[in-house]
């Protein structure tokens, strides 16, 4: 199964592990599942507020 992947240096998509335009390595274009009782969602959401 093909899986939707995305260069967080350029923003190509691709279905690769590596981009094709850069040749970095490529993350999930998918978000994570959302739970109410996830553990770490004070981490987080104190990654988002500092990026």
């Known amino acids: 199964m093909n899986v939707l992947h995305c260069c967080s ?3 190509t998509y ?3 592990k ?3 335009s850069c ?3 490529t993350r999930s274009a ?3 599942k959302y ?3 996830d553990p770490f969602r004070s981490y987080r959401r104190n ?3 500092r990026a």
């Open 9 to 11: 240096a350029c923003a």
């Open 14 to 16: 691709t279905l690769k």
């Open 18 to 20: 590596a981009c094709p």
């Open 23 to 25: 040749g970095k390595k």
């Open 30 to 32: 998918h978000p994570a």
């Open 35 to 37: 739970s109410k009782e």
């Open 47 to 49: 990654a988002l507020y």
